[in-house]
């Protein structure tokens, strides 16, 4: 590992912002948008990070019945990050493994959410078991 | 002509043209939709463009709606453009994974409505 990669990510601010409503969806996802243009991200990544919120996000209002969405502006190392962590106390992600290879969706819907998110952030994680709710963590660094 | 939320629906050289220029939450995006294919009944155009310049985000909802309402208006004998995709938004769709194959897509808004107005001359002649 690179010594700036072994650096421990900073903290620098942090939000918490329901997800009750398709607005807040909006608010979440837009909010995402401003912190990375304060870090100083480039369109793509802005894109990346905002599209992604946007989907761990919804997916917690459609598919978690709501939750809470937390952001971050992160620096590690010098280098600028955003972080998302969204929580619900939904029924969990019934077959993640499925789910993450995309193509898979229980509304009927493009099943892309999950699986286009991961591929647009730099760091990704889900947890979620059978009735203990779904948290998803996605972190975006600034391109050096 | 047409006002759904902030989204106006307007008619340009027999062709109707969608500016989005605010993001768009879930049941605008799809009100939008039904908008839009009324006014095609409405006013019987061949052409849809789309003008998505504003959209400074498209996640796999309103990729959705987007693509659906080119099918949908291909149903309706109409012919649909999307214009103006910011390169970072079409970055990110194609690395979602996105299958874009069916959509038609041009640089801007005169190059939209000259590709749409050469269909509906031909239409028109036959
Ligand atoms: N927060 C969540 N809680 C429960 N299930 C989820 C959650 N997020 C995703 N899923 C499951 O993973 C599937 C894939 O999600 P996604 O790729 O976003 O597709 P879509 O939302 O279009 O169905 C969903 O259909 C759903 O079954
Ligand atoms: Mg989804």
Known sequence: MAPTEAAEAKVLTREALPVRSEDDVVLVRRRARELAQRRGFDGFAQAAITTATSEIVRNALVHGGGGEATLEE??????????????????????????LRGGFSVTGTLGLGLSGARRLVDEFEVRSAPGAGTTVVLTKWARR | MRQTGQVPILRVAGVLLVAIQVDLGDTVATALQEDVLEAIARTGSTGLLIDVTGLEMVDSFVARVLVDTGRMARLMGTETVIVGLRPEVAGTLVRMGFDVSEVQAALDIDEGLERLGCKVVRRGAD
């Open chain 1, 74 to 99: 992160l620096d590690r190392g010098g280098r600028a990050g955003v972080r998302l962590t969204c929580r619900d106390e939904g029924p969990g992600v019934l077959d993640l493994e499925r789910a």
